[in-house]
């Protein structure tokens, strides 16, 4: 398989559920300035039309999109990892619940503070009204609890990482008003693939 990716993008989730699933991969770096050219100089956009990132090329050739997809394939390509409840049980709907809230209320929700031609008067209240609730809403669901979905490691936590991460990053946010969300960032933080997938964006193509 192989993972199209930019560093500092959702692409670290799936990259993130690749190393907890142990299996194997490549990974291809995109290129955003020149033009969405892969390493090897290729469209990007001819691979995935919808032009961001992740996406997963299979050994067959097939292309998988949407990260939140993506992580729950790899997720049940390695059960035994329990990175992902059971098809058909209560448990995975509840992954998916949290899934979609990091994907559309979270990842999404942060769009508005990233545009140069928002006003800043419309950032900051976008920023109180929607972004810190929802932030509010994660610590909370954290309250007695390592994990999401309790006291294992699931895909939902990589990509509740990515959002973390943007958040003191690129948004300049700070999570010291949660002590809850600091401690959980740190937790999944330490782990040997979130460590690597880091390091591996990192380095220079």
């Not at 142990?22 to 990007?44: E, H």
Request: charged share 25%.
């Amino acid at each position: 398989m192989k993972l199209y990716y930019v560093p500092g993008a959702c692409s670290l989730s799936p990259h993130i559920a690749l190393r907890e699933a142990g299996l194997p991969f490549k990974l291809d770096r995109i290129d955003v300035k020149a033009g969405k050219k892969t390493q090897t100089g290729a469209s990007y956009v001819a691979i995935n039309p919808k032009g961001y990132v992740p996406a997963l090329e299979l050994d067959d050739g097939q292309v998988l999109t949407e990260g939140a997809v993506i992580v729950q394939y790899i997720a049940d390509l390695k059960p035994e990892t329990k990175l992902a409840p059971p098809n058909g049980t209560l448990e995975r709907v509840r992954l998916q619940e949290w899934l979609h809230y990091i994907a559309t209320e979270l990842h999404k929700g942060y769009s508005p503070l990233y545009q140069a031609y928002a006003p800043d008067e419309f950032k900051a209240k976008w920023k109180e009204s929607k972004v810190l609730p929802r932030l509010d809403f994660l610590a909370k669901s954290l309250e007695g609890k390592k994990f999401l979905m309790g006291d294992t490691f699931t895909v939902a936590d990589g990509y509740a990482f990515y959002v973390l991460r943007s958040w003191q990053g690129a948004l300049k946010g700070d999570l010291s008003k949660w002590k809850v969300l600091a401690d959980y960032y740190a937790r999944v933080g330490e782990r040997p693939s979130v460590k690597a997938a880091l390091e591996a964006e990192a380095a220079p193509v």
